[in-house]
């Protein structure tokens, strides 16, 4: 079964950090660009990053460059995400989610919360 | 490339067509629009790739249409378990931004 579970998500200050984890099975990980995308309490999606399957290529949100890196392991099957300088703006649930065609496999995801 | 949606919410009733728009601030890339169905507490779903392509598994009575700036995601014969919130993104050049979303309510 194809899947992707996220981890590491967390309540955290502002100025924070928190490092998320995205482990993948059943299917070939290194074959595949993968991205992060998150989502505001009662909010749409938002994408924020995307890494190629030999780190040729990595995009960012403008709002999160500088202060995120986006990071893929093949060899354990697993995507990072490192958030560092966290703000309240970043609070959300994280998905991962595979790229091929659109976002066509996602993580139930994890909750980041930026609070004082 | 910003992504406006309309309708923002569209009532309907079982068997009727819905028909939701995506209109893009400029041409997307390859055609490389996407269309998403989410519901309460879960991840969104690839219900649309290519502008018009259906995902595995997706039933025919979603389809997708359009190029350039203007797209559109028909759903005919509407079922109870297509009443959620749907999303179009493109990803044909970063950022891969999405629409804010129209609600689909009975």
């Known amino acids: 079964e194809v899947q992707l579970v996220e981890s590491g998500g967390g309540l955290v200050k502002p100025g924070g950090s928190l490092r998320l984890s995205c482990a993948a099975s059943?299917?070939?990980?290194?074959?595949?660009?993968m991205n992060w995308v998150r989502q505001a309490p009662g909010k749409g999606p938002e994408w924020v990053s995307s890494?190629?399957?030999?780190?040729?290529?990595?995009y960012y949100l403008d709002s999160v460059k500088g202060r995120f890196t986006i990071s893929r392991d093949n060899a354990k099957n697993s995507l990072y995400l490192q958030m560092n300088s966290l703000r309240a703006e970043d609070t959300g649930v994280y998905y991962c989610?595979?790229?091929?065609?659109?976002?066509?496999?996602w993580g139930q995801g994890t909750l980041v919360t930026v609070s004082s | 490339i910003v992504l406006t949606q309309s309708p923002g919410t569209l009532s309907l009733s079982p068997g009727e067509r819905a028909t939701l728009s995506c209109r893009a601030s400029?041409?997307?890339?390859?055609?490389?629009l996407a269309w998403y169905q989410q519901k309460p507490g879960q991840a969104p779903r690839l219900l649309v790739y290519?502008?018009?392509l259906r995902a595995t598994a997706i039933p025919d009575r979603f389809s997708g249409g359009g190029s350039g700036t203007e797209f559109t995601l028909t759903i005919n014969r509407l079922e109870p378990e297509d009443f959620a919130v749907y999303y179009c993104?493109?990803?044909?050049?970063?950022?891969?931004?999405f629409g804010q979303g129209t609600k689909l309510e009975i």
């Open positions: 890494i190629s399957t030999t780190n040729t290529f990595i």
């Open positions: 059943g299917f070939t990980f290194s074959s595949y660009t």
């Open positions: 993104q493109q990803y044909g050049s970063p950022p891969y931004t």
């Open positions: 400029q041409s997307v890339s390859g055609n490389y």
């Open positions: 290519g502008g018009s």
């Open positions: 989610a595979r790229a091929a065609a659109g976002l066509g496999v």
